[in-house]
């Protein structure tokens, strides 16, 4: 070739190269593309049967092997020429890093994907847990042990069982699936699907799982969310629950305190009482398990249930506690609701500030401002005690500027005020009306369907009977001061006793109408603004 024919030919030449150059420098280098051999550091025999196992030299007595820093330890051994292979038998025993070791009766293991089987009595020990099960897979790349058919994973605090089980090491996370157990000292947890994390001993909750205590009542269920098994501490997201005895609180989150007792929900709160058939609802509660006492806020809202009907109430906070009175039915609660309440039942509706209900003998204590409505009676007082009773009578006991009102029609209203006024109410009716103290009365006397005039008397002392709001009979402690007034002589002064306030605006009219305040601040607030169109 003659030199201008080399001349022209090195420019292609060395492009060629530098093409190659490139086109190396953006593949993909593979660090595993050369397998490291496992390397036979000791053996006592060395032995060699083709009629046994062919292609593989087997190896007895203190077998020691070594492979990426691994080291392997067993009984005896089947070392294959032909991969990088082998299997052990007999105290099988691999030490990875500093804390992970490994052990079984066999060991099948494969140098090229760092594969271990290891089967029967198989023991794994890394930090502080230890895993034991009858078959195991462990990946040497990534420190990830697999079982399938049973194991149990014990640590400082807690023993956990399932049939699948897998171990990653490198991040202190074990996820367990189909017959998860995990006992605690103080409860024992059983779900289908859990992780945990060894390092924390925190369990994650990732599907139905239960947490019974050992020494407590409370049973806490969720289907996601974590348990602190060191600290004794949840967290819940979906469908949770603390069931004990007679109460169970529900709610959107929940937080639990097992050291405590203590329950806190939030968001859809509700709080259930078993044994009363109490239910009680807002959008934050709290509960103790130890001492029984439990409040919701925000929206909160008690629904009792009834053999004949039930009773609704609203407040801005209720709260519950056993009655410790009786000493023979601990089962009894004392409900107490503040600021705002308003009830309803379909014999019974009233509103109040606050307002307190025994449940051992139905008895309803309200105060600041109450007023009950029983059909078209209205009683008022500065406080009020209504005890529903089985049979009839009911009994409502008006203390201070009592007052009671019945109405006859749009401008009629017989009224009766005191110092103290004790009714007995008969299926929802007003019966009885015993009064004491600056005893007025103030009714209309009526003749079939027509009225001829009005009483209105003073006494000390005064007891009504009543038939569908007419006074049967009437008797005075002393003599009366009063007189009667023909209706045409009649005047607005005449037709209303000191106090008199005829509040039925203020009635709530069914258990969906018992947030009047919420309209009425609307309503003060004037009308409502509509957004402003987007167009």
Request: with cysteine; aromatic share 12%; hydrophobic share 35%.
């Amino acid at each position: 070739m003659s030199q201008p024919q080399r001349n022209a030919l090195f420019p292609l030449l060395l492009l060629i190269a530098v093409v190659s150059l490139f086109i190396q420098a953006i593949q993909p280098q593979d660090k595993n593309k050369k397998k490291r051999k496992v390397d036979i550091e000791n053996a006592d025999i060395y032995t060699y049967d083709a009629s046994i196992v062919a292609n593989a030299q087997r190896l007895i007595g203190n077998v020691r092997f070594k492979h990426n820093g691994a080291q392997m330890f067993c009984d005896s051994a089947y070392s294959y020429n032909d991969s990088n292979k082998f299997d052990a038998f007999g105290n099988v025993h691999i030490i990875q890093g500093d804390t992970l070791h490994l052990y079984g009766d066999k060991m099948f293991y494969n140098g090229d994907s760092r594969l271990a089987k290891f089967v029967h009595h198989v023991k794994m020990i890394d930090k502080s847990i230890t895993l034991t099960t009858e078959a195991m897979d462990f990946d040497l790349n990534t420190n990830i042990g697999y079982y399938n058919n049973g194991g149990k994973i014990v640590d400082t605090a807690n023993v956990l069982t399932s049939t699948i089980g897998r171990y990653y090491s490198n991040d202190n996370m074990l996820f367990f699936k189909d017959s998860v157990v995990l006992t605690n000292k103080d409860f024992v947890l059983h779900a289908d699907t859990l992780k945990y994390n060894s390092h924390t001993e925190r369990a994650f909750i990732v599907g139905p799982t239960t947490i019974s205590g050992t020494k407590k009542d409370g049973v806490l269920y969720s289907e996601n969310g974590w348990y602190d098994t060191k600290k004794n501490l949840a967290e819940l997201y979906k469908k949770s629950k603390i069931t004990n005895k007679s109460q169970v609180l529900e709610a959107d989150t929940l937080f639990y305190d097992r050291a405590t007792g203590n329950g806190r929900g939030k968001h859809r709160v509700t709080l259930t009482d078993t044994t009363n058939k109490v239910v009680i609802k807002g959008k934050y509660g709290i509960y103790n398990e130890v001492s029984k006492i439990a409040f919701v806020t925000d929206s909160a809202m008690f629904i009792q249930y009834g053999k004949k009907d039930t009773m609704y109430m609203h407040a801005d906070t209720l709260f519950t506690k056993p009655d410790t009175s009786n000493i023979l039915r601990k089962d009894d609660k004392y409900f107490m609701a503040y600021r705002n309440v308003r009830f309803h039942k379909p014999d019974l509706q009233g509103k109040c500030d606050s307002l307190a209900y025994r449940m051992q003998d139905s008895t309803l204590l309200m105060f600041y401002d109450p007023v009950l409505w029983s059909e078209k009676n209205q009683m008022t007082a500065e406080k009020i005690q209504y005890v529903a009773k089985e049979p009839d009578p009911d009994i409502a006991r008006l203390e201070s500027s009592a007052f009671i009102v019945m109405c006859e029609d749009s401008v009629k209203f017989n009224q009766i005020s005191g110092k103290l006024i004790v009714g007995q109410i008969f299926d929802n009716k007003l019966r009885i009306a015993d009064v004491n103290g600056n005893a007025q009365t103030l009714y209309y006397l009526k003749d079939k369907n027509k009225y001829s005039g009005m009483n209105r008397l003073l006494s000390s002392k005064i007891k009504l009977h009543l038939t569908e709001n007419q006074i049967d009979s009437i008797r005075f402690y002393p003599k009366p001061e009063g007189k009667t007034f023909p209706m045409k002589e009649l005047k607005p002064e005449d037709i209303k006793l000191d106090g008199f306030v005829w509040r039925e605006s203020e009635k709530p009219i069914n258990q969906f109408d018992l947030y009047p305040i919420d309209k009425k601040r609307k309503k003060n607030a004037g009308p409502e603004k509509k957004p402003a169109s987007k167009e």
